[in-house]
């Protein structure tokens, strides 16, 4: 008898201790076909700058979204407190490659403490804030959207992160971050893979519209300052960094909901300081700016339209995205997409679909400077 209270004694425990807390697997596989004109081809050195450009079909992940797979859990605390952690990483469906950096949760690796009336305080690693723009792209960041034209500048993952969310009072809600570079020096100074990186955004949302304000900045692992340092002292088409590395950014956005219509726009500015020796062609300041329109014709089936500028000071030049797409939903959690786009380059511009570093390589991608690029892409997403 006393074996059998015993048993179910702790049965009971087992039994609230499990309902306090919970464990969720999560994931998207996105795969597709994709086929671009305008990418480069050749170069009279390796790793040099293209000579030629030509048109390539491939199998490719995450065009429409990226594939990842992660875990997140809380388990009640008492007094209206929860233990809440996430981890999350990214991989490609098309070879079942992991991700080559930032180790096996990249996207997330975070614990904290949440409180429905106090907000959420999260240690970790996380989306950087400036990934807040996904909200108000009508594309959402895809891979040929918000991100192309900054060369990746609004979507990185940041390190050593503490943040926090406010609830929502009245419309209004505050998020913040604040990444240590965990060097010696507070901003950065080359012993840490990572400089200082800060931000906040507040939105305001209603039934009919959502407006966001949004600052950030991005320190120089290598200075600790607000400008990025180039790959090459001698080849202005060989250049990663700049003001797409290490700048600030200041972001206004705005989301309209007009019954089956959702109109969606957004300025970005960004502004690096302290460069010295920059060349031409290598900015440092960019004016981004968006706009689109999302019809959900029906519950199943979405139309989109969009497009994006930037414009570059010191040469940069200028580019346009224009795209098309949409998604039909084959269920809850599988949908269909289809996105086709073009960029225009001006004569000294040279940005691309993808979201690479200023180089014309045949490694990035990017086309000849003055040249367009476009491309069509049809996929398959599914999320559990």
């Known amino acids: 008898m006393k074996k059998a209270l015993l048993a179910a004694s702790l049965l009971t425990v087992g039994v609230a201790a499990h309902a306090q807390s919970s464990v969720t697997l999560y994931g998207r596989l996105d795969a597709g076909l994709e086929y671009m004109t305008g990418v480069p081809t050749t170069s009279a050195v390796p790793g040099g700058a293209a000579t030629s ?109 503490v943040s926090y969310q406010s609830p929502k009072i009245a419309g209004f809600d505050f998020y913040g971050q604040y990444a240590l570079s965990n060097a010696t020096n507070w901003n950065g100074n080359g012993t840490t893979a990572q400089g200082r990186e800060a931000g906040a955004q507040v939105t305001y949302t209603t039934s009919l519209f959502q407006i966001r304000g949004l600052y950030d900045e991005i320190r120089n692992p290598a200075n600790g300052g607000l400008y990025g340092v180039p790959t090459s002292a001698t080849n202005s088409a060989n250049i990663s960094g700049g003001v797409f590395a290490a700048s600030r950014e200041y972001t206004a956005a705005v989301n309209v909901f007009l019954g089956q219509f959702k109109i969606q726009g957004a300025y970005q500015a960004l502004r690096s300081s302290g460069s010295t020796g920059v060349l031409p062609g290598q900015p440092t300041t960019l004016d981004h700016e968006w706009g689109g329109v999302t019809w959900q014709a029906t519950p199943a089936a979405a139309l989109i339209g ?79």
Request: aromatic share 12%.
């Open 53 to 161: 450009t030509g048109h390539r079909f491939r199998a490719e992940s995450g065009d429409w979204g990226t594939s990842l797979w992660g875990m997140k859990g809380v388990e009640d605390l008492g007094g209206g407190n929860k233990a809440v952690f996430q981890l999350e990483g990214s991989f490609n469906t098309m070879t079942g490659a992991g991700p080559g950096g930032g180790g096996l949760f990249n996207r997330w690796a975070t614990v904290g403490i949440a409180n429905d009336q106090f907000g959420t305080f999260l240690l970790g690693r996380e989306l950087f804030i400036s990934n807040g723009v996904w909200d108000f792209d009508p594309f959402g960041q895809s891979n040929w959207s918000s991100a192309s034209l900054v060369r990746g500048r609004n979507w990185p993952q940041s390190s050593n992160n």
């Open 306 to 384: 969009a497009v994006y500028h930037v414009n570059g000071n010191n040469g940069a030049g200028n580019a346009t995205i224009y795209t098309v797409g949409g998604t039909y939903n084959l269920s809850k959690r599988t949908l269909l997409d289809l996105q086709i786009a073009t960029t225009q380059n001006s004569k000294s511009a040279n940005y691309g679909l993808n979201a690479n570093n200023s180089g014309t390589s045949v490694a990035t991608d990017n086309p000849l400077p003055g040249h367009s690029q476009s491309g069509v892409y049809a996929g398959i997403q599914h999320s559990f």
